[in-house]
């Protein structure tokens, strides 16, 4: 059975999707772009703005799924610029203190022309 995943401390979808799908004992959470939930609109203007707005709406949906950043086994990130990765790294590094596993890429543009993206998977036991 799928479970939706939906808070309003994170940005509300902005398509056809959910925020995150419980299956199991695993969460599924889209990717999170820097929305500020309370205003919708965009936090900061850099890289390492951007990155700490991500996290914390990926924080969100993490405790809305009953879990939390040590429970996270995979993410997977988007750039915009990949000048942006020691940047980018010296945020993420600070929430995803267990390591797990990580894909990281430049992409050409990202929704709402914002600097980084990051979708994870957790477990919820």
């Not at 939930?37 to 203007?45: C, F, L, R």
């Not at 942006?84 to 267990?98: C, H, I, R």
Request: proline share 5%.
């Amino acid at each position: 059975m799928l479970k939706k995943v939906s808070t309003d401390k994170a940005p509300a979808a902005i398509g056809p999707y959910s925020q995150g799908i419980i299956v199991g004992d695993m969460l599924f959470a889209s990717g999170q772009i820097p929305i500020d939930p309370a205003t919708g609109d965009i936090k900061g203007k850099d890289i390492t703005e951007q990155a700490q707005q991500v996290m914390k709406n990926v924080g969100a949906i993490l405790e809305e799924a009953g879990t939390d950043y040590t429970k996270v086994v995979k993410t997977t990130c988007f750039l915009a610029e990949m000048a942006d990765f020691a940047a980018f790294n010296s945020v993420y590094e600070e929430y995803f203190t267990e390591k797990p596993a990580r894909s990281c890429v430049a992409v050409k543009q990202l929704p709402k022309n914002v600097l980084c993206e990051v979708e994870v998977i957790a477990y919820l036991g």
